[in-house]
């Protein structure tokens, strides 16, 4: 069981089961991934919203657990050896999610870190560009006068959808006929591009069929709908 006393940010976000795993997150394309994830393998966990509009992801406690200031963040009580774990960056969440589980990464070597590669491709690339043209294009940056960024992360945001696209020929999955880690990282950040951002006219999605199809499919699976609205924001 958690020991809260080791934990600053306890103080802050109380774990009322503390024998579950700890998600300390936010709706968002990388937050997500998390919440999609433990959906998906059924982990008993607890989610504490962390709101990002309010600064909390500076506050010391929430610093203590990562240092970088970011969601989503984890503790799992019941970490290797049966110790609690901390642990940062949501990529490496789904890591150890998926191993601890046994579930969404294949047990085959060469699969498994081809697997790997998909997620190291949208915590590299589709994350980072996708989040620039957002920037660029629904929020602060469409006030600059210079486009020359917004017309970069356009065409890169373009190119990387394309390379889903050929990925996704003759496959069903990232990985083929088995959903992985790789479609998981991946289904919020290409869900918010055409939704939350507003860019589907802008980057040409529906030129991009099988990106297309496959996003309806991960969107249809249950555990999915569900992790996208976890933790529940506020009203």
Same mark, same amino acid.
């Given at each position: ?6 934990? *600053?940010?306890? /103080? ?5 089961? @503390? #024998? ?5 997150? =936010? $709706? ?38 990562? *240092?970088?200031? /970011? ?5 799992? @009580? #019941? ?5 609690? =774990? $901390? ?149």
């Amino acid at each position: 069981m958690l020991d809260q006393t080791q934990f *600053p940010i306890t /103080k802050l976000w109380p774990a009322q089961h @503390p #024998e579950r795993l700890q998600l300390y997150s =936010l $709706p968002t394309p990388n937050g997500v991934k998390v919440s999609i994830m433990l959906e998906e393998i059924g982990l008993p966990y607890e989610a504490h919203l962390i709101d990002i509009g309010k600064n909390e992801t500076w506050t010391p406690e929430f610093l203590s657990l990562n *240092p970088n200031g /970011k969601i989503p963040s984890i503790i799992d @009580p #019941e970490g290797p050896g049966g110790k609690p =774990l $901390p642990l940062f960056e949501s990529g490496a969440i789904l890591l150890y999610l998926a191993e601890k589980s046994g579930q969404f990464l294949p047990q085959d070597p060469a699969q498994r870190y081809e697997t790997i590669q998909w997620v190291f491709f949208q915590m590299a690339a589709v994350g980072p560009m996708f989040g620039q043209l957002g920037f660029f294009h629904r929020f602060a940056g469409r006030e600059y006068e210079d486009k020359r960024p917004l017309e970069r992360y356009k065409n890169e945001s373009k190119r990387l959808l394309g390379v889903l696209e050929s990925r996704l020929e003759g496959r069903e999955w990232i990985m083929g006929e088995d959903y992985t880690i790789a479609d998981i990282s991946l289904l919020g950040w290409v869900r918010n591009l055409i939704g939350f951002y507003e860019a589907r006219e802008l980057v040409e999605f529906d030129s991009f069929p099988r990106v297309g199809q496959w996003l309806e499919r991960g969107l249809a699976r249950p555990a999915v709908q569900r992790g996208l609205n976890i933790p529940a924001r506020n009203e």
